[in-house]
């Protein structure tokens, strides 16, 4: 009998080492031709022996089907978590991103915060990177954009394979002004170097990077813009799954970017997202149903697709479903549920949920009157930038309204609202003009705003249009012009317009007189309620 001596028998660590080694070269292409199946077969051979290195790997090429790997999210998940077990940052980082997003396993936010703030204290480059995405956001945890700058500088530092996805975010900071002084020569230099580190992986058929180089070409961040190529790799993405890439495909093929529009085929890749329970795939689907894009009009499918995106967080979602219970549109008419669902998309500091959680307080609509609250709500949107917000903190200054009555501040807000071109803003900017509220009386700039909003359509301003043409205000009188914009803001059914017009042809100012045509326009005011259009049909 043979004695075998088994300190010479190859240990099995050493084993797996080499064969991780030996997939990572071909992984890589590095003195080998790149082969992602001869990596797959070395990873699984390291990775059941135990490598933790390997372990992560398998989990990585399952989830994002490198070469032509199919994807198997419970097998990557088990991946995964045996490499998180053994304190894998990087392993922790993506599996709490799994449950993060609810990619293969049910969403559960603490614990995806949980493991990514484990993958980000170890220094994984992964887990820095999602920890200051979250950081940016402040979705789920206290916004602070200094520390995220921080860590994305720490993993950008470390380098290594996914080291684009923190180049990106930093590039966009520097381009937004998020945390850091805004330089976009800075983020010109990083997003450049972070598509290159994606078009790697993407080409490789990392399908996470194939979306993220998708989204770099459709808005020029790094690449030159370039919407053909963009919908290149969101299909390449979302024909494997990719869920982000079916709903940025979607979007493309609704507004005909980089493909012919075709409402059809959007509604087919925002539906494939939704079923996968993608939020925004539901609340782009929702959309689709509302307003009959791709598919017939049904409200009750939106507002269960609304749903479903709404209890996710999806801040659009909860402001939609809000609107649909506010108005009884595919659910039954609830103000209370209306102003919960706005409530929720407005602490997420989505400014049109703001503005309507300050209708609610004005109005003492869902919840008790307050008007202080209502002025507060208002502010934040204003804060934005949003032009509605700014309209109606507007108004408050300047009547009063929960805030110390200030025509010079409700003027400032005005004109932020009108220089964003916001119709309703020029319309009162102008007549704060007019008046001298908050600013020195001058009809002409008066005039000049409100025609501004008159242009755009809007009925008020165009009524008011009228009414100095027919007075000479800011002009010569003119009453084939002021006959001209009663028209106008009467054919989009504004009372006052309507009346005047019928006043027009009965007296035959502006217009021959036209008894037939002066009794059809004061009876349309009147069944609105118009006090003197009433009153003239009973004399």
Same mark, same amino acid.
């Given at each position: 009998m043979t004695n ?15 064969? *991780?080694?030996?997939?990572?070269r ?12 001869e990596a797959?077969k ?9 490598h ?19 994807i198997?999210?419970p ?8 490499a $998180?077990?053994?304190?894998n940052?990087?392993?922790? $980082?993506?599996l709490?991103?799994? *449950?993060?997003?609810g990619d293969g396993?049910e ?20 887990g820095?990177?999602?920890w200051?995405t979250e ?5 789920f945890?206290h ?13 950008i ?5 996914d080291v ?5 975010g930093l ?5 937004m002004?998020?945390g850091?002084e ?10 450049t170097a972070?598509?290159? +580190?994606?078009?790697i992986?993407?080409?490789k058929?990392?399908?996470? +990077?194939?979306?993220a180089l998708?989204?770099s *070409?459709l808005?020029?961040l ?6 053909a190529?963009?919908v290149k ?5 979302a ?14 093929y ?6 012919s529009?075709?409402p059809?085929?959007?509604f087919k ?11 925004d795939g539901q609340?782009?689907l929702?959309l689709?149903?509302l307003?009959g894009?791709g598919?017939s ?5 939106a507002?269960?697709?609304?749903l479903?995106s ?5 801040? $659009? ?6 609107r649909?219970y506010?108005?009884g549109?595919?659910?039954?008419e609830?103000i ?6 706005f ?7 989505d400014?049109?949920s703001?503005v ?16 202080h609250? %209502? ?11 949003d032009?509605n917000?700014?309209?109606q903190?507007?108004y ?18 005005f ?6 071109g916001?119709?309703e803003?020029e319309?009162?900017l102008?007549l704060?003009y007019l ?6 009386q ?8 409100c025609r ?5 359509g ?7 249009m009228?009414y100095?043409?027919?007075e ?11 006959v ?7 054919d989009?059914g504004?009372a006052?317009?309507? *009346?005047?017009?019928?006043i ?14 002066a009794?059809k326009?004061?009876r349309? %005011? ?6 003197n259009a009433?009153?003239t049909?009973k004399?």
């Amino acid at each position: 009998m043979t004695n075998i001596n088994t300190n010479e028998l190859p240990d099995k660590n050493d084993v797996a080492q080499r064969h *991780y080694d030996l997939a990572m070269r071909y992984h890589n292409g590095d003195g080998v031709p790149l082969d992602c199946k001869e990596a797959l077969k070395n990873l699984l051979i390291a990775g059941e022996a135990g490598h933790v290195g390997a372990q992560y790997q398998l989990g990585e090429y399952y989830s994002e089907g490198y070469g032509d790997t199919e994807i198997d999210m419970p097998l990557a998940l088990r991946w995964y978590e045996k490499a $998180a077990a053994q304190g894998n940052g990087d392993a922790q $980082a993506s599996l709490g991103s799994c *449950y993060m997003e609810g990619d293969g396993v049910e969403k559960n936010i603490n614990k995806g915060l949980q493991l990514l703030q484990s993958g980000m204290e170890k220094g994984s480059v992964l887990g820095l990177t999602f920890w200051a995405t979250e950081l940016l956001s402040g979705r789920f945890v206290h916004q602070n954009s200094e520390e995220a700058i921080r860590l994305l500088h720490i993993a950008i530092e470390k380098g290594g394979e996914d080291v684009g996805l923190a180049q990106f975010g930093l590039g966009i900071s520097y381009q937004m002004g998020h945390g850091v002084e805004q330089n976009l020569d800075k983020a010109a230099e990083l997003l450049t170097a972070a598509t290159e +580190k994606m078009t790697i992986g993407a080409q490789k058929g990392n399908r996470s +990077k194939q979306s993220a180089l998708g989204i770099s *070409y459709l808005n020029g961040l790094g690449v030159p813009e370039d919407a053909a190529e963009a919908v290149k790799w969101f299909r390449l993405a979302a024909d494997r799954g990719d869920a982000i890439s079916q709903v940025e495909l979607g979007q493309c093929y609704l507004g005909g970017t980089g493909v012919s529009e075709d409402p059809t085929e959007a509604f087919k890749w925002f539906q494939k997202a939704a079923l996968q329970g993608k939020d925004d795939g539901q609340f782009w689907l929702g959309l689709c149903y509302l307003s009959g894009i791709g598919i017939s009009e049904d409200f009750t499918e939106a507002a269960r697709w609304f749903l479903a995106s709404a209890e996710q967080g999806n801040a $659009a979602a909860q402001l939609h479903l809000g609107r649909c219970y506010l108005n009884g549109i595919g659910v039954s008419e609830d103000i209370t549920e209306a102003v919960i669902w706005f409530y929720k998309a407005a602490e997420q500091g989505d400014a049109e949920s703001q503005v309507s959680m300050g209708f609610a307080y004005l109005g003492g609509s869902g919840v008790s009157q307050d008007e202080h609250e %209502a002025a507060e709500w208002f502010f934040r949107a204003a804060e934005q930038g949003d032009p509605n917000g700014q309209v109606q903190l507007g108004y408050c200054y300047l009547n009063g309204t929960g805030v110390s009555q200030n025509p010079s501040e409700a003027f400032q807000w005005f004109n932020k609202a009108a220089e964003q071109g916001h119709a309703e803003g020029e319309n009162v900017l102008g007549l704060c003009y007019l008046n001298g509220n908050g600013v020195m009386q001058n009809n002409m700039r008066g005039v000049m705003w409100c025609r501004k909003a008159a242009e755009q359509g809007f009925a008020p301003a165009q009524n008011n249009m009228a009414y100095f043409c027919s007075e000479g205000i800011g002009g010569s009188k003119n009453m084939q012009d002021a006959v001209s914009w009663w028209r106008l803001a009467a054919d989009q059914g504004d009372a006052d317009a309507q *009346y005047m017009l019928g006043i027009c042809y009965m007296e035959g100012t502006g217009v021959p007189k036209n008894p037939a045509e002066a009794n059809k326009w004061i009876r349309l %005011a009147a069944e609105q309620g118009h006090e003197n259009a009433l009153e003239t049909l009973k004399s």
